[in-house]
């Protein structure tokens, strides 16, 4: 009898290995994220490729602000995920998106993404109130 309590331990134990080991991947996917992003991000700069990622509601500008940048300073914008996201996929966002900036900064001295975006929202009002006259 005790033999038999013994098996049906060690076999529900074998039943949840599984799931223990995928809960645990699971989680540690989940948690790096933020570093997966950045392995990323310098992996696409190591081939010579700038990319700013974008996720959530666009702003009106938003078409304008790609097409400069990337005419400009050949950094590229690429949407990742509309209004409803992840934690995870911010974290990854986050972090890609801190490596591809720093790297643009240094090559071109300045913040070019914050300085085109700024730039685009002023044009972008300046249409808009122009057009409310």
Do not use: Q
């Not at 331990?9 to 933020?34: D, H, M, N, T």
Request: net charge positive.
């Amino acid at each position: 009898m005790l033999a038999a309590g013994r098996f049906r331990l060690r076999w529900l134990g074998l039943a949840l290995l599984p799931i223990v080991i995928l809960w645990l991947g699971y989680a540690g996917w989940e948690s790096s994220a933020r570093f997966r992003g950045r392995t990323v991000a310098r992996f696409e700069l190591a081939h010579g490729r700038y990319e700013i990622l974008t996720l959530g509601l666009p702003t009106p500008w938003r078409p304008e602000f790609a097409r400069h940048l990337e005419e400009r300073y050949g950094i590229k914008l690429r949407v990742v995920a509309g209004c409803i996201v992840s934690e995870s996929l911010l974290e990854y966002v986050a972090g890609y998106n801190a490596v591809m900036a720093l790297r643009a900064h240094r090559k071109f001295g300045r913040n070019v993404i914050e300085e085109v975006s700024l730039e685009e929202m002023e044009i972008w009002k300046a249409r808009a109130e122009g057009a409310g006259r």
